[in-house]
């Protein structure tokens, strides 16, 4: 039944990782092999270990054990195959602590040296000889290492060498079962007590019955490295099709070519939008067709965009009281052309007041009190999306300061954090009350309402000026980058009339919503997969 059902269970969220948990459940409860009547039962080799185990102590080469609790009948967590035995962990295997090796202090050589999760360096002598296990015991936490040649494993590990009866790769795939990290009581550094993993319960089967378990299991383990394969093969074949079909939307240079371009793509949607990933790449295709005029038709009763512009400007020359011209009149070379009535203009020059706000420390959690100030956090900012309910607390002690109150119609963009959180823009369609910017927002305007801040939102979400703004972030690391508000004021952005902005934006917000709903439908989809999945594991199980 296992064999039947494992490409159905690999196709479902998780379902390679499903299998192999499920593989090694059985295996460890003696539901993977047969049992053998002729097997020596596991009763006789437990005598064996601990006879000796008892030589060693008298040889003064190992230590008597504290002793382990009895098992209870209520804790034996699954009926026991013929042959078995239950043990507590501890009486059969020992897990001894490794030795510091600092780097420096590390000679010439080829022997590996094991950390909390596998090889981190070479020495010119080991601590083991024997095959033996590598448990993580701080950082990686109960991650399981496996070496056939002399190692040494230092003190972020423990080293387990099974004594003569307990077959090694038995071993690895018994402690893989158990799930050690669950042991975890760390707080600030992870690691475990191995007297908690002494305490563990398990099934002894006999030795041959061992052997057999472990060429079952790695059997099972190669069936489930080809699954897992063919899966990313298929997923990047799929990437490689959506990323060429959505190629031809972004290539048409005309409204006309791209209603041809779409009818092709719309024959193979069953087969474009069963991931995830190809409805967000869709998504992103519709905004950069927005932002170059491809998405709606042309109307040439449409006032040209150089005539917004010039009005901007006389608006912005009568706040200032003076006479304006563009904030640069170095044209960049454009990565394509626009629509005829169409222009690009700087940033700086069709927006004002443009600020950021104020990040003092503040109470974790939403406010439960609307009466309450608050501070938005950077994921108040999604892309084309204002999520008011991510914010901080202001402590009582705290004045608010209302001039940077987040207001309706604000456009708000991130401009300092993560590089994936960094130049991400919305606008504000309402906003609640008492919501304050942090200092890592900044906020503007149109001038005088000339122009949508919804279309300048997807300008800056799309196509060449989202490009800009990828350019412009820096910093010392990928965990800290920011954008500054002079940078944000010379980026290029493509204009067209007020009337085109507003069918734009419809049309988008249209799109978006199917894209919404494609999600909500594959999400139901994958949720049945993975019921079923869990139901086929149970049933095998």
């Known amino acids: 039944m296992l064999l039947s059902n494992m490409e159905l269970i690999a196709t479902a969220p998780g379902g390679v990782a499903k299998l192999r948990e499920l593989i090694l459940t059985l295996a460890v409860q003696g539901k993977l092999v047969p049992q053998d009547p002729a097997d020596e039962p596991a009763g006789v080799l437990l005598q064996k270990i601990r006879a000796e185990k008892d030589r060693l102590i008298v040889e003064g080469k190992s230590k008597r054990d504290k002793p382990l609790a009895a ?29 510091a090796l600092p780097e420096k202090e590390r000679l010439p050589g080829s022997i590996p040296v094991y950390g909390s999760n596998g ?18 015991r701080k950082g990686s936490v109960g991650a399981i290492n496996i070496s056939l040649v002399p190692f040494w494993s230092i003190d972020t590990s423990y080293f387990v060498t099974p004594p003569s009866g307990i077959e090694l790769h038995f071993a690895f795939h018994l402690l893989r079962s158990l799930g050690l990290a669950k042991h975890d009581k760390a707080t600030a550094i992870p690691g475990i007590n191995r007297n908690d993993v002494y305490a563990e319960i398990v099934g002894l089967p006999p030795l041959a019955e061992q052997s057999r378990i472990v060429t079952r299991v790695e059997a099972l ?51 474009l939008l069963d991931r995830p990933a190809a409805i967000d790449a869709l998504e992103q295709t519709l905004l950069q067709l927005a932002v170059r005029g491809l998405l709606v038709p042309q109307d040439p009763t449409d006032e040209p965009a150089t005539e917004l512009i010039v009005r901007v400007m006389q608006r912005k020359a009568a706040s200032a009281g003076k006479s304006r011209k ?158 500054s508000q002079s940078d944000l004021r010379g980026f290029w952005i493509p204009v067209c009339s007020k009337t085109e902005q507003s069918r734009i934006v419809t049309r988008v917000t249209a799109l978006r919503r199917l894209c919404a709903d494609l999600r909500q439908r594959l999400a139901e989809r994958e949720a049945v997969q993975a019921r079923l999945a869990e139901a086929l594991v149970e049933s095998v199980g």
């Open 71 to 99: 098992i209870a009948e209520e804790e034996k967590p699954f009926e026991l195959p013929l042959g078995w035995e239950w043990v507590r962990l501890g009486s059969v295997l020992s897990l001894e602590y490794g030795s």
């Open 326 to 483: 563009p904030t640069d009149d170095k044209l960049p070379l454009f990565p394509y052309e626009l629509p005829d009535r169409w222009t690009w203009a700087q940033l700086g020059d069709l927006v004002e007041n443009m600020g950021s706000g104020w990040s003092p420390a503040c109470d974790e959690g939403e406010r439960s009190d609307p009466t309450r100030w608050a501070v938005l956090r950077t994921t108040a900012v999604q892309v084309n999306e204002f999520r008011p309910r991510e914010h901080k607390v202001l402590p009582n002690k705290l004045s608010p300061r209302p001039e940077i109150e987040v207001q309706d119609g604000d456009i708000l963009i991130t401009r300092a954090g993560p590089m994936n959180r960094v130049g991400i823009s919305c606008w504000v369609d309402r906003a609640p009350p008492r919501l304050m910017l942090s200092d890592k927002i900044v906020r503007f305007h149109p001038v005088a309402d000339e122009m949508l801040p919804a279309f300048i939102v997807l300008t800056l979400n799309a196509g060449y000026t989202k490009d800009q703004i990828e350019a412009a972030k820096s910093g010392m690391a990928a965990s800290q980058v920011n954008i």
């Open 221 to 271: 383990m190669r069936l489930c490295d080809a699954l897992e394969a063919k899966g990313q093969l298929e997923a990047a074949q799929h990437a490689q099709l959506v990323s060429t079909l959505l190629g031809t939307l972004t290539a048409s240079t005309s409204p006309g070519e791209l209603a041809d371009n779409w009818q092709r793509v719309a024959q193979h949607f069953d087969l």
């Open 119 to 136: 090889i981190v360096g070479f020495h010119s002598s080991a601590l083991v000889s024997e095959p033996s296990l590598i448990v993580g």
